[in-house]
Structure formats: structure tokens, C-alpha cells
């Protein structure tokens, strides 16, 4: 359809007002945002890709760095997704999400943790991400800061600048176990932190934030936070835990939000769904939001989640079993090849392993790895300056691929 008002000629092309537009668009060259044009490449993506370009070019390619569960979602959590499918359930939902799910959430995460909580503080969302772009807006106005680990998941500064926040890294040490330090918190208070965003089991290292830490870091902000520093707790990988207990922030303060979902503990990762637990003084504006920018979560997956939180006890301790002999085969396998690990992950599927005495650049190292070795690793930078120096290795592969893989890292490091 031409522009109001255009009329084609004799030649079957347009006059007059189209063609004024056509020559005002090829007069001005479009350009996207500055915040689109400064977002930085997501280096795990990158890697995926070349590494799936050499498959295709019949390369062997072991893939040790999407975090990304392997097994298949349990059958009790897809067959009630497939009978939901089936029933018609494709249509929008409430906005915070189907009320048996919520109550499912609270009762589960009541459960767990022995922390009282409400249906009525539950949204369901669109993944964990769309949790944390929710909290996020309803948190941070522009100029407002957000501290976080360095390193730490390489989407969370992006996800503080796009909505005009500031993100503050505070570099974590391996001997700690990458914990955030109190002192550093308190020095890097000021009326503008809005957000401390803590991530425990953390991406990429694995690695526990323990009770006395929790503790300490929500004394210093009730100490030096001035009331306005929330802590939002990422606790993706909660249930994924080989040695200790991983604590939900909730244990320590009710004014946190707790972020959470389906996709790694339950392998539930395309299907797309998780959720948040808020502070009531947060439930109305991350509603308002949730309407406005996604409307609902998706329908037919809420009915998987129902069924996996009910019913899949059994297979979530078999994939959790199943990952902790694979994090003691990649630990064991990396210390004879002399990559002492100081602080040994006890959760997620990830090893932080420094490589620093073999590269000065760990991207060049891990795309020569791909291109030479055939192995698939992160690269540490893509998780902040704080990953100089390291390599993320992703454990949710088969036994035998991690020997292939452990073995291929082995003869190119001795090359």
C-alpha cells in the first residue's frame, strides 16, 4: 500500500508524495539505538556459533560451554504440557500467572527453606531473565547503580543498562570462593545503589555464597544502605547443589526479591518460564509491568511447571546425581593436567578454571582451543575484567564427552 494521497503514473510508478518518501529513506541511513549499538556480544553465543559452523563442516566439535541442561524435561513435567496442549490451553493467562502455580511456587519454596510465603507475592514469567528485567525496571531509574560480583553472568550489566542504570563491579576472589566481600559492599554504597544483585549458586564459577556471607551483607545494608539497597537474589541453580546447602536470601530479610525457574534444575530450558518472589511493597508495580511489556506468561508450559514441582522429585535427584559424578570426573581430569581449582564449585554444572599461565588472551585461547582441539569452552572475560585470565567449562554433557573433551584440552595444552 503507497503513501495517503499517491497515485501511480503511466509507467506503474508512483508520483508525488511516494516518491518524496522513498527519497527521504534513501537519504537518511537508519540506525539503531546507542544502548543496542553498545551492547556488548554475548562471547558464549559466539563461541556456539563458530562451533557449530565446524559441525557442519563434519568437524568433532565437544561442547563444553553453553550452560545448558542435556537431559530431557521429565516425562510427568512433558506429558502434563502435552495433555495441556492438547486441552486448548494456548491463551493468555493471568498476568502474575495461573493461581495453582503460584501456590505451587510458595508451598515449594516454603518447603525448602522453611521461609513463610505467599501465593500473592508469585509472578510467573516468561524464563528468569524476564523475572529480572521485571524487578530490574521496577527498581532502577536511570543513574541509579546496581552491585554486582566481577565476574559475574554476562547478561546482568546489560540487563542493568537497559534501563539507564549503572552497573558497579566489585572484583571477587577465587581463594574467597567469589563471594562478595561486606567491606567492599560498604565501601561502594552511595544514595545511588539501588540493587545488590547476588548469585549464589553463581554462573560461571559454581561456587556457594554461605550463610555467615547472607548474613553479613544484609547487616552492612541495613547498616550503610540507608534503607534504599535492595538485594536481588538469582537462585537459577538452586537444587543443584553437591555439597552444603544453598541458602535463600529470604532466610535473612523479607524485603529481598528472589528470582528463580524451570529451565536448569528441571531441564526445562525451551519451554520458557519462571518466576519471582517479591516483597508485597513490589507485587503492584511488577504486575503493571508485566501486563504492560509481556502480558502473561505462556499458557500450556505453567501446567508442565505444576507437574514438575509435584512430581518430579525423583528425576531431579537422578540429573543432580548425575552432574556431581561429572563435576568429580572434570575436577579430577583438570588436576593431573595441573589446573588446580582453589575453590572447588559445589553447584550449578560449571568449573571456573584459570588458564592464565598458558594465554594472556583467554579469548584467543578458547577460539584456538575450538578451531585447533575441537573443544568448545568460555572464554572468562565474557563475564566481566574479573574473568581475565580463566575459562568457564560447562559440565552438563555426558561422561564420555567430558573424557573426549578433558582429553582434548590435555594434548593442546601440552602443545
Known amino acids: 500500500m503507497g503513501c495517503p494521497g499517491s497515485a501511480l503514473n503511466d509507467g506503474g510508478e508512483a508520483s508525488g508524495v511516494v516518491n518524496q518518501c522513498s527519497q527521504r529513506r534513501s537519504d537518511v541511513e537508519p ?30 566439535i565437544v561442547h563444553l560451554e553453553v550452560g545448558e541442561p542435556d537431559f530431557d524435561t ?29 501456590e505451587a511456587i510458595a508451598e515449594w519454596h516454603e ?27 521496577a527498581l532502577i531509574d536511570p ?3 546496581v552491585l554486582l560480583t566481577d565476574p559475574c553472568y554476562a547478561c546482568y550489566p546489560n540487563f542493568v543498562t537497559t534501563f539507564g542504570g549503572v552497573p558497579v563491579r566489585l572484583p571477587v576472589c577465587e581463594a574467597d570462593g567469589f563471594q562478595f566481600s561486606p567491606q567492599a559492599v560498604a565501601d561502594a554504597l552511595t544514595p545511588r545503589t539501588r540493587v545488590l544483585l547476588l548469585n549464589s549458586p553463581a554462573n560461571p564459577t559454581g561456587t556457594l555464597t554461605s550463610r555467615e556471607r547472607m548474613q553479613e551483607l544484609v547487616e552492612v545494608l541495613a547498616t550503610h544502605g540507608g534503607g534504599r539497597t535492595v538485594i536481588v537474589s538469582d537462585e537459577i541453580y538452586h537444587g543443584l ?34 518466576y519471582v518472589i517479591l516483597p508485597p511493597w513490589l507485587v503492584r508495580p511488577v504486575r503493571t509491568l508485566q501486563q504492560n511489556l509481556f502480558i502473561s506468561a505462556p499458557d500450556f508450559p505453567q501446567h508442565a511447571a505444576l507437574a514438575a514441582l ?6 531431579v535427584e537422578r540429573m543432580r546425581a548425575a552432574y556431581d559424578e ?72 555426558s561422561l564420555e564427552n567430558l573424557e ?9 595444552l601440552r602443545r
Not at 114 to 133: F, K, Y
Not at 310 to 315: C, K, L, N, T
Open 31 to 60: 540506525s539503531p539505538s546507542r544502548r543496542a549499538a553498545q551492547m556488548p556480544p554475548f562471547l558464549v553465543m559466539e563461541v556456539l556459533e563458530r562451533a557449530a559452523e565446524l559441525q557442519r563442516a563434519g568437524r568433532s
Open 74 to 102: 521429565p516425562a510427568v513435567a512433558a506429558d502434563a504440557g502435552i495433555q495441556a496442549l492438547r486441552a486448548g490451553r494456548t491463551h493468555y493467562t493471568p498476568s502474575m500467572g495461573y493461581p495453582e502455580l503460584r
Open 111 to 137: 518447603r525448602q527453606y522453611g521461609v513463610p510465603t505467599s501465593a500473592e507475592c508469585v509472578a510467573v514469567t516468561l524464563g528468569s531473565s524476564a523475572a529480572m528485567l521485571l524487578v530490574l525496571a
Open 143 to 145: 543513574g541509579d547503580q
Open 241 to 274: 547443589v553437591y555439597r552444603g546447602r544453598a541458602h535463600t536470601i529470604r532466610e535473612f530479610t523479607r524485603d529481598a526479591v528472589v528470582v528463580n525457574g524451570f529451565s536448569k534444575l528441571f531441564a526445562m530450558t525451551g519451554w520458557r518460564l519462571g
Open 310 to 315: 509435584q512430581r518430579a522429585g525423583a528425576d
Open 326 to 397: 561429572r563435576r568429580k570426573l572434570v575436577l579430577v581430569r583438570l588436576r593431573e593436567m595441573g589446573l588446580g581449582v582453589l575453590t572447588e564449585p559445589v553447584g550449578a554444572f560449571y568449573v571456573f578454571v584459570n588458564v592464565a599461565r598458558y594465554a594472556d588472551d583467554v579469548c584467543r585461547f578458547a577460539f584456538d582451543l575450538l578451531e585447533q582441539a575441537g573443544v568448545a569452552v568460555t572464554p572468562g572475560v565474557d563475564f566481566g575484567p574479573g574473568g581475565a585470565g580463566y575459562i568457564r567449562i560447562s559440565y552438563a554433557n
Open 404 to 412: 573426549e573433551g578433558m582429553r582434548r584440552l590435555g594434548a593442546f
